[in-house]
């Protein structure tokens, strides 16, 4: 069920339809854009969020799997590192979570 996954680039660059990327606006916003990619007639919806957010990320699954729509799963958790350039030009390794929920 968790695979653990390594790469020197980002990989943020394969957002499809049924991606909500998890930044700083509060819990229930994402809740809220999971909800309704849902209702929609989406599938399968993947959460994506990296360092400090991470926590919020999971926060957003299990409110969307618990109090909104119980009959989805988390059918995929992926975590893994990405590098990334600071402003001094040094690299920085950020940890990354990548999680499926699915009907």
């Known amino acids: ?3 653990e996954q390594n790469s020197e680039h980002s990989e943020d660059n ?3 339809d049924s991606t909500v990327l998890v930044g700083s606006k509060n819990v229930m916003s994402y809740v809220l854009a999971c909800v309704t990619l849902f209702n929609k007639g989406a599938t399968e919806v993947e959460i994506k969020a990296r360092g400090r957010l991470i926590s919020r990320a999971v926060d ?5 799997r618990n ?3 119980q009959d989805v799963d988390v059918s995929d958790i992926i975590i893994g ?3 990334v350039k600071t402003d001094k030009g040094s690299d920085l390794n950020v940890s990354t979570i990548e999680i499926t929920l699915s009907k």
């Open 81 to 83: 590192t990405t590098t």
């Open 1 to 3: 069920m968790a695979e």
């Open 14 to 16: 394969d957002i499809g």
């Open 60 to 64: 957003v699954a299990e409110i969307t």
């Open 67 to 69: 109090r909104f729509i």
